[in-house]
């Protein structure tokens, strides 16, 4: 992969970059007419949509009202290589290259990795990635979640 050819990747792997608020105005609107039907089901499916997108939802008895979360929570700077997850709004690293995204083989959760943009890495990409995929068996092992971000050695 070549470095200009990352973030096409990284995008078309992510997902949509960011839901319009006409599209927000849909789903909540469907979301509204599922909780009137009683069907909360499908309702919490929704609003789990619209929250993994980065919309807040607040019910209200004059109806839903949303707004977009504010940024990362959490900068990471390291020196070292870095594994973020994706699609998770917590911890972002700037300071860092990616070398490609790794899934876990377990669960597929997608995982950008890369070096500090200054500093590089005495690891390789390969390197990096096999004890990424050692962290991520490790957690499930332990039956942990995931984290956010994994500092790796390098």
């Not at 509204?32 to 499908?42: G, H, L, M, V």
């Not at 590089?120 to 971000?149: C, F, I, W, Y």
Request: charged residues 30%; proline residues 5%; contains cysteine.
């Amino acid at each position: 992969m070549k470095p200009n050819e990352i973030s096409a990747k990284l995008l078309e792997i992510a997902g949509p970059e960011r839901l319009t608020d006409a599209a927000v105005n849909q789903k909540i609107a469907e979301m509204e007419a599922a909780r009137k039907a009683r069907n909360f089901k499908a309702s919490d499916a929704l609003r789990d949509e619209l929250i993994a997108a980065g919309i807040t939802v607040q019910i209200a008895k004059d109806g839903a009202r949303w707004r977009r979360q504010a940024g990362y929570k959490t900068k990471l700077n390291s020196l070292s290589p870095v594994a973020i997850k994706l699609n998770q709004s917590e911890v972002h690293a700037p300071d860092h290259d990616t070398w490609g995204v790794v899934s876990c083989d377990r669960c597929k959760e997608k995982f950008a990795l890369g070096p500090n943009r200054i500093h590089g890495s005495r690891t390789t990409p390969e390197e990096a990635v096999k004890e990424l995929e050692d962290l991520l068996k490790a957690d499930h092992e332990h039956a942990q979640p995931h984290k956010n971000s994994y500092e790796l050695r390098g």
